[in-house]
T-cell receptor, first 111, second 116 residues
Framework: DAKTTQPTSMDCAEGRAANLPCNHS???????VYWYRQIHSQGPQYIIH???NNETNEMASLIITEDRKSSTLILPHATLRDTAVYYC????????????FGAGTRLTVKP | EPEVTQTPSHQVTQMGQEVILRCVPI?????FYWYRQILGQKVEFLVS????????KSEIFDDQFSVERPDGSNFTLKIRSTKLEDSAMYFC??????????????FGPGTRLTVL
């Protein structure tokens, strides 16, 4: 089963930052934190991943706490098209097979 | 930007029939996967494939399922005798290197399989 805990749902106002939390208290030192999202029934879309340091790309920022037991995905300026289910996944660094999707957080961006 | 593609987008079949779902992974990727998602449920891992053999499979991937890379571009999932409970979205994914690599999986748009 998934090694992460996420809120079931969240709302965000369009144009505002969406901050999606994830708890992964049992994470080990050789496990990544990955974020994907799924819009309607489309295929999961890769967003970002990190190991220890905070990461930023064109889609989002990932903030990982110093003890690595939790992280936050930040969408800096949410749009209606960001409405989706967001999955936080802990995955071993050297085992690409072990991707376990949980229930995720359903983010609704409202006008 | 390169993408994983899947065909068909929707497949309807009768119970007991064989179906083949097709995927074209990203061209320089070497490692391929199938997942499924029953309506309203989680995305579940089925199988991974590397170097022309199965690398890992879940308990869902029983003898009714098989995978193949018939040529240099396609990756297929065959279900020999479909059951009603096989109705689901099936997603193909690929990643650049071996299972012991650090690479990200990229997913296709999925095939919706409906078994009547």
């Amino acid at each position: 089963d998934a090694k992460t805990t996420q809120p079931t749902s969240m709302d965000c106002a369009e144009g505002r930052a969406a901050n999606l939390p994830c708890n992964h208290s049992t994470i080990s030192g050789n496990e990544y934190v990955y974020w994907y999202r799924q819009i309607h029934s489309q295929g999961p879309q890769y967003i970002i991943h990190g190991l220890k340091n905070n990461e930023t790309n064109e889609m989002a920022s990932l903030i990982i706490t110093e003890d690595r037991k939790s992280s936050t995905l930040i969408l800096p300026h949410a749009t209606l098209r960001d409405t989706a289910v967001y999955y936080c996944i802990v995955r071993p660094v050297y085992n690409n097979n072990d991707m376990r999707f949980g229930a995720g957080t359903r983010l609704t961006v409202k006008p | 930007e390169p993408e994983v593609t899947q065909t068909p987008s929707h497949q309807v079949t009768q119970m007991g029939q064989e179906v083949i779902l097709r995927c074209v992974p990203i061209s320089n990727h070497l490692y391929f996967y199938w997942y499924r998602q029953i309506l309203g449920q989680k995305v579940e891992f089925l199988v991974s494939f590397y170097n022309n053999e199965i690398s890992e499979k879940s308990e869902i991937f029983d003898d009714q399922f098989s995978v193949e890379r018939p040529d240099g571009s396609n990756f297929t999932l065959k279900i020999r005798s479909t059951k009603l409970e096989d109705s689901a979205m099936y997603f193909c994914a690929s990643s650049p290197t071996s299972p012991k690599g650090t690479d990200t999986q990229y997913f296709g748009p999925g095939t919706r399989l409906t078994v009547l």
